[in-house]
């Protein structure tokens, strides 16, 4: 599926309907309020969004998006009037992957968006899934559920879980979270790591115990919730 925010009726028509023609689902909203409800219901493969737009321009919208956990991978490719070098480098600093200036070609634009969602490989979730107890993880669509229920995870803790999850029932030291979710490794005391897997485990709930302490190496997860 592919969302576009667009106030002109018959851009956003001519644009849905090119999509559809070329074998895409595509779903276009005139109001900012309309898009994010359906954000609510679906999350799209790729976000076609205006600049000027009724209610939210879309230069907050795109900041919104790439705050939210849930959304900020999904690619953005801006349409607009604006098509300054300026108004270009503010997109793409903002988070925009591709950006295409008013008026633009319906062939062009197919290019752009096939380009896009093949880069972005967001059609399909290659990693496994993860199941321990109640908690499950898909790490490509960023889903993490206890019981059931959605869990929102900053960045970090969500990098931190799934590397425990890659590496089931083996023992990770500190270091080796640093390096390989921070880039870097830390000579001396780093509570870092022990205050990241505190909130980690307050997020998870019941899940939260799966995760153990192995004192004085680190951290493992498991299906059982005492610590060593």
């Known amino acids: 599926m592919i969302y576009l925010v667009e106030d002109d009726n018959s851009i956003r028509e001519l644009v849905v309907y090119t999509l559809g ?8 909203f005139g109001l900012p309020s309309q898009f994010w409800a359906a954000m ?8 076609l969004l205006d600049i000027m737009l009724p209610e939210e321009d879309g ?7 790439r705050q939210n956990y849930r959304t900020q991978d999904i690619p953005v490719m801006m349409l607009t009037a604006k098509g300054s070098e300026y108004d270009k480098v503010i997109g793409l600093d903002s988070g925009a992957d591709d ?3 008013k008026p633009f070609g319906m062939m062009e634009l197919l290019a752009r968006v096939k380009a896009l969602l093949r880069r972005t490989k967001t059609e399909e979730c290659q990693s496994p899934d993860y199941h321990v107890g109640c908690l499950y993880v898909c790490p490509d669509k960023h889903i993490v559920r206890v019981d059931g229920e959605n869990i929102t995870l900053t960045r970090k803790e969500f990098e931190m879980l799934c590397l425990l999850l890659r590496n089931r029932d083996i023992v990770l030291s500190r270091d080796q979270f640093l390096n390989q979710v921070w880039g870097y490794s830390f000579d001396g005391e780093n509570r870092t790591v022990d205050v ?7 997020k998870l709930g019941n899940a939260g115990g799966y ?4 004192r004085g190496i680190g951290y493992k997860i498991g299906e059982h919730s005492d610590e060593e």
Do not use: D, N, V, W
């Open 99 to 101: 950006y295409l200036p």
């Open 40 to 47: 609510e219901r679906k999350l799209p493969k790729l976000i």
């Open 21 to 28: 023609s070329a074998g895409m689902q595509a779903e276009g």
């Open 196 to 202: 990241h897997i505190r909130t980690l485990r307050q």
């Open 211 to 214: 995760i153990k302490t192995i």
């Open 59 to 65: 230069l907050s919208i795109l900041r919104t998006l």
